[in-house]
């Protein structure tokens, strides 16, 4: 936020010539140029070379686009002189505090793959079609011991994916939300495994024949709209569907078979 702040006193135009202000490119990008004078005072070939230099996995092309957008905001930018020098060095600072945060994040999240790889539980999560490894790894630091949970709704209601209900006198709701109680992140982590297990994906044994990556997952999530009901509460089903069959797994100690 503070980077924000300063970034809008100085470059507010910057924004929008990534798509993602805080990706290493942009950052770096920022780096050399905070400034629209900086950006102007070089020609665009070496705005295109110095972005081609720093995101060396990307075409020329690409960098030109990024070049020609960043010289276009630097002649939109509404402060072309700026006269605190305190601004620039603290927009620096800034820049290079989340650098470096994203490079010990990184570090931190190869740390936690390879203690990952070591517990059963972290193979088997990952064998459910959609599950990936950070996924995996985000639910089996959440859940923890399975054995803590003697039930699968008991561990739904752990998700805070379990329904609300509400009552009041003779009155009882025929619509409940979610209780939303327990672990937040297990909640994120199971929304985002189903949004990826429903997704299409090209099976190459096949040619060009679309299946969704969980065949069963998928089946019950078209099930549940042609029911009628809404794209989130498809979703939500879907979540405490799998989490029940997680619990399964994690109880039985055995790798998913998705049914074809």
């Not at 930018?77 to 060095?89: A, C, E, K, M, T």
């Not at 999560?125 to 949970?149: L, M, N, V």
């Amino acid at each position: 936020m503070q980077l924000q702040s300063i970034l809008d006193q100085v470059f507010p135009e910057y924004r929008g010539v990534f798509s993602n202000l805080y990706s290493k490119v942009s950052l770096q990008t920022l780096l050399h140029f905070p400034t629209s004078e900086d950006v102007l005072c070089v020609s665009e070939s070496a705005l295109t070379d110095k972005i081609s230099e720093l995101c060396t996995r990307r075409s020329e092309k690409w960098a030109a686009e990024k070049a020609l957008k960043l010289r276009e905001a630097a002649l939109r930018n509404p402060f072309q002189n700026n006269l605190y020098q305190s601004h620039i060095f603290n927009l620096k600072m800034f820049i290079n505090i989340v650098l470096q945060y994203q490079e010990h994040l990184s570090k931190l999240a190869v740390e936690i793959e390879a203690l990952a790889k070591e517990i059963e539980e972290y193979q088997i999560i990952q064998s459910i079609p959609g599950i990936g490894e950070k996924i995996a790894a985000t639910i089996i630091s959440e859940i923890g011991e399975i054995e803590r949970f003697n039930h699968p709704k008991k561990l739904v209601a752990f998700a805070g994916i379990d329904p609300s209900v509400y009552s009041s006198g003779r009155f009882t709701a025929s619509i409940n939300r979610i209780t939303k109680r327990g672990s937040s992140r297990l909640r994120q982590a199971l929304f985002m495994a189903v949004q990826c297990g429903i997704r299409d994906s090209r099976k190459q044994k096949s040619g060009d024949e679309i299946i969704p990556r969980n065949k069963g997952l998928r089946d019950f999530y078209d099930k549940k709209r042609e029911e009628g009901k809404p794209f989130r509460v498809a979703v939500i089903a879907c979540a405490n569907k799998l989490l029940h069959w997680i619990y399964a797994l994690l109880k039985n100690k055995t790798p998913f078979e998705d049914v074809a």
